[in-house]
């Protein structure tokens, strides 16, 4: 599930990080979120043998909370700050500077909500592992080559690496949580995935920082 559901958030805080093009990642999120919604019971299907009981109730409430009262609350935030003094640019800045620690804040939150499960079972950590950094690293070749072969701008390189590589762990437990409520470890190991993932995604960003220093 983690791996099939593309993200729809934090991708864009390490595009960024990466000087990539941020406007054309941005204009990409909306699909990805369609189509996720769209294709995860037919993924369900295939994996499991099974839909599964996705509420549409439970669904809804998690975009609401992960994509819409956020994005609402940011238009308001810039309307009254744009409203105000030019002590708005500096409010801006610490936001826009703290993307990655606002982040890792949600990451820890992910983490609390199934940290009893985790230390119950310590070993679907090393179970995953393995797997989720081959995931990573063919993703990363993929985006180069396919890149390279249509001769994208290191900006949309880096768009497409890490749009990706990237995945959407909070609709993926949220889905998870609703629809295999019996079974803990599958939230869980939803969790465990971003634990793994951001550190490679920051890992990437320097990297392809680097890719932009040579090319530049």
Same mark, same amino acid.
């Given at each position: 599930?983690?791996? $099939?559901? #593309?993200?729809?958030?934090?991708?864009?805080?390490?595009?960024? @990080?990466a000087k990539g093009n941020v406007p054309l990642s941005t204009s990409i999120l909306p699909i990805n979120l369609i189509?996720?919604?769209?294709?995860? #019971?037919? *993924?369900?299907?295939? /994996?499991?043998?099974?839909s599964g009981n996705v509420e549409f109730r439970s669904l809804v409430e998690s975009i609401l909370l992960v994509l819409l009262i956020p *994005?609402? !609350? @940011?238009?308001?935030? +810039?309307?009254?700050? =744009?409203? &105000?003094?030019?002590?708005?640019?500096?409010?801006? &800045?610490?936001?826009?500077?703290?993307? $990655?620690?606002?982040?890792?804040?949600? $990451?820890?939150?992910?983490?609390? &909500?199934?940290?009893?499960?985790?230390?119950?079972?310590?070993?679907?950590?090393?179970?995953?592992? /393995?797997?989720?950094?081959?995931? /990573?690293?063919?993703?990363?070749?993929?985006?180069?080559?396919? =890149?390279?072969?249509? +001769?994208?701008?290191?900006?949309?390189?880096?768009?497409?690496?890490?749009?990706?590589?990237?995945?959407?762990?909070?609709?993926?437990?949220?889905?998870?949580? =609703?629809?295999?409520?019996?079974? #803990?470890? @599958?939230?869980? =190991?939803?969790?465990?995935?971003?634990?793994?993932?951001? #550190?490679?995604?920051?890992?990437? &960003?320097? !990297?392809?920082?680097?890719?932009?220093?040579? @090319?530049?």
């Amino acid at each position: 599930m983690l791996m $099939v559901t #593309p993200c729809t958030d934090w991708y864009l805080v390490f595009t960024g @990080v990466a000087k990539g093009n941020v406007p054309l990642s941005t204009s990409i999120l909306p699909i990805n979120l369609i189509l996720q919604i769209l294709l995860l #019971p037919i *993924f369900l299907l295939l /994996f499991f043998g099974r839909s599964g009981n996705v509420e549409f109730r439970s669904l809804v409430e998690s975009i609401l909370l992960v994509l819409l009262i956020p *994005f609402l !609350l @940011v238009l308001v935030t +810039k309307k009254i700050v =744009s409203r &105000s003094n030019t002590s708005g640019t500096s409010f801006t &800045s610490f936001f826009v500077k703290s993307q $990655v620690l606002f982040l890792s804040l949600a $990451v820890v939150a992910m983490f609390a &909500s199934e940290g009893r499960n985790l230390l119950e079972n310590p070993d679907v950590i090393y179970k995953l592992l /393995f797997p989720v950094i081959i995931f /990573f690293i063919i993703t990363f070749l993929l985006a180069q080559l396919v =890149s390279r072969f249509f +001769k994208f701008s290191y900006q949309n390189r880096v768009s497409l690496t890490l749009t990706t590589m990237a995945r959407n762990s909070p609709i993926s437990l949220a889905i998870a949580v =609703s629809a295999f409520a019996y079974e #803990p470890l @599958v939230a869980l =190991s939803l969790v465990i995935g971003p634990l793994i993932e951001l #550190p490679i995604l920051a890992l990437t &960003s320097q !990297l392809l920082l680097k890719i932009r220093k040579k @090319v530049i």
